[in-house]
């Protein structure tokens, strides 16, 4: 497609459920990123895939959350029983992977849980 | 780790030039960035510096000096709609942390 585009948009979700968010980078790209932004904050490194390099999941604030990335191209980040502090805007980005291109910034899924 | 600051909120005037400071700790480093978001939308890609000195791009320069760990984005004749937030962002070839790490910030109000 032509830009990154994520799924859905918004997402409420009770309490102790499980939700999944969806990415879908830019054709091509080989680097996808997941960030976390909470309201009025700056944006919180949750993993990176690079290729068919392990990816780094040093950001995952939890084992409650998880990503994949099938057949490097969409990827799907988990968040198991939600809390309330994970609602929050989760972006998803892609690059060429180069040192140094930029990356490429999907709307974001806006996720509340109640 | 990495560390990143940048000042949490600028006032300036339309026409005039504003230059928004980020100093960074990091190991490794490999470039940075500044992105531009306006509220309730994705971060958009403003510059890249790498090298030290100035890259110039229309109204947006950025500077880079590595030695210092410190960059500025510089703004020239504001315009009401660059009102927005301005992050820095730095990229780390060490194991394990190649992706990029934002700093907090800088929410710009441009007045009239």
């Known amino acids: 497609g032509a830009g990154v585009s994520q799924s859905p948009s918004n997402k409420v979700t009770e309490k102790g459920k499980d939700v999944e968010l969806r990415c879908d980078p830019i054709?091509?790209?080989?680097?996808l990123y997941w960030y976390r932004q909470s309201l009025g904050q700056g944006l919180e490194f949750l993993i990176y895939?690079?290729?068919?390099?392990?990816?780094?999941k040093s950001g995952l604030p939890s084992d409650r959350f998880s990503a994949e990335r099938t057949g490097g191209s969409v990827s799907t980040l988990t968040i198991q029983r939600t809390q309330q502090e994970d609602s929050a805007v989760y972006l998803c980005?892609?690059?060429?992977?180069?040192?140094?291109?930029?990356?490429?910034f999907g709307q974001g899924t806006r996720l509340t849980v109640v | 780790g990495q560390n990143i600051d940048q000042p949490t909120e600028m006032t300036a005037t339309e026409g005039a030039i504003v230059q928004i400071n980020c100093t960074y700790q990091?190991?490794?480093?490999?470039?940075l960035f500044w992105y531009q978001q306006h509220a309730g939308e994705a971060p958009t890609f403003l510059s890249y510096?790498?090298?030290?000195g100035l890259e110039e791009k229309g109204r947006f320069s950025s500077f880079l000096s590595r030695s210092k760990g410190y960059s500025y984005l510089l703004l020239k004749e504001l315009q009401m709609k660059d009102s927005a937030s301005y992050l820095c962002?730095?990229?780390?070839?060490?194991?394990?942390?190649?992706?990029?790490?934002f700093g907090s910030g800088t929410r710009l109000q441009v007045q009239p």
């Open positions: 980005a892609s690059s060429e992977g180069g040192a140094g291109v930029e990356a490429f």
């Open positions: 054709s091509g790209h080989t680097a």
């Open positions: 895939f690079q290729g068919n390099s392990a990816p780094d």
């Open positions: 990091t190991s490794g480093f490999n470039g």
């Open positions: 510096n790498v090298l030290d």
């Open positions: 962002a730095v990229r780390s070839m060490d194991t394990g942390r190649r992706a990029l790490t």
